[in-house]
């Protein structure tokens, strides 16, 4: 993950580190794997005026507290639904605000603040399994779901360039001009951030993994 994730720090400085959710077990969760297994598929949780927020159960992560991650980023449309009047910007003219581009100008605080609103909402409703709370992934569950658990370099492998996803490919160059770096010989078409639908599924169904949002 060497590239992908020295394109993350730099994004992190800039507002621009994904934001993903988790379906976690507390630490004093009671909860035999039996009973909390019985619910062993993806959740959609939803927010309300149509927006729908999947995540996906996660078998290998079981020796650690997640089990359920979010299928995307958390988006725009999603995150408005805690803070109404977020705003994600633009850069060079581009929009970084569309309902489905991932939220960004938020901070490592924000970020806690929306999984901790999710859980208390989650809970309220009575939606939310016994023992479990939304919290943002820790770093090993980040490391084994991006890698699929086998330790690969890279979301798709180990070979490079990158067979999918959205980086900073000759695209941004013609945008933002041609001292950004740039992943030569590799087209994604986005410039900027794009619907965390088209950001590449890795082969646990976990789109947008590497780099930044
Ligand atoms: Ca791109």
Redesign the pocket.
């Known amino acids: 993950m060497k590239r992908c994730c020295l394109i993350a720090f730099f994004a992190v400085a800039a507002g621009l580190f994904p934001v993903r959710t988790v379906l976690a077990a507390s630490p004093t969760n009671t909860v035999s794997p039996s009973a909390a297994t019985h619910a062993s598929k993806d959740l959609a949780i939803d927010l309300g005026d149509g927006v729908t927020m999947e995540l996906v159960w996660i078998p290998n992560l079981y020796s650690l507290a997640e089990r359920w991650v979010g299928k995307y980023e958390v988006t725009n449309g999603e995150y408005r639904k805690f803070k109404a009047d977020h705003d994600s910007g633009e850069c060079k003219g581009q929009s970084l605000n569309g309902d489905r581009q991932p939220v960004v100008a938020v901070n490592f605080e924000d970020a806690k603040a929306f999984a901790n609103w999710l859980s208390e909402r989650e809970e309220k409703a009575g939606r939310l399994p016994k023992g479990y709370y939304y919290r943002l992934p820790s770093e090993d569950a980040w490391l084994t779901f991006a890698q699929c658990g086998d330790g690969r370099e890279y979301p798709w492998g180990n070979s490079w360039p990158p067979k999918y996803g959205?980086?900073?490919?000759e695209?941004?160059g013609e945008v933002l001009g041609k001292d950004w770096g740039i992943i030569f010989g590799y087209r994604?078409?986005?410039?900027?951030t794009?619907p965390v639908e088209e950001s590449g599924k890795n082969d646990w169904g976990l789109c947008g993994v590497g780099g930044n949002v």
Not at 166 to 169: E, I, K, P
């Open positions: 959205n980086y900073a490919d695209t941004i994604d078409g986005y410039a900027l794009c």
